[in-house]
Nanobody, 123 residues
Framework: QLQASGGGLVLTGGSLRLSCAAS????????LGWFRQAPGKEREFVAA????????DYADFVKGRFAISRDNAKNTVYLQMNSLKPDDTAAYYC??????????????????WGQGTQVTVSS
């Protein structure tokens, strides 16, 4: 089970850190991803991290602004979001998969999903 938190309302240029805590004892067996979905739009890939954290991948629109990390001892994955823009407004979802060894930006590669946490960036 995945539980996302950390969303909120922030001004343009501000920062937020999302967290996603997982239950279970095999957290390090799962690659993790963050996706987002804005109203009226399809869910899209944001960032992903491999099982041990050695490989990360980002959508082009967040490169240089967002950073994904994980703490396997705490069963938690993070998404540090800096220089936020109004276009970043969306519900953010964490996802987990044991189907691959690296990272994936494909939604259907992730069978496990947390509930969304809302991020609203105001101008």
């Amino acid at each position: 089970q995945l539980q996302a938190s950390g969303g909120g309302l922030v001004l343009t240029g501000g920062s937020l850190r999302l967290s996603c805590a997982a239950s279970g004892r095999t957290f390090s067996s799962y690659a993790l991803g963050w996706f987002r979905q804005a109203p009226g739009k399809e869910r899209e890939f944001v960032a992903a991290i491999s099982r041990r954290g050695g490989i990360t991948d980002y959508a082009d629109f967040v490169k240089g602004r967002f950073a994904i990390s994980r703490d396997n001892a705490k069963n938690t994955v993070y998404l540090q979001m800096n220089s936020l823009k109004p276009d970043d407004t969306a519900a953010y979802y964490c996802a987990a998969s044991a189907r691959f060894s690296g990272t994936s930006a494909v939604i259907n590669d992730y069978p496990y999903w947390g509930q969304g946490t809302q991020v609203t960036v105001s101008s």
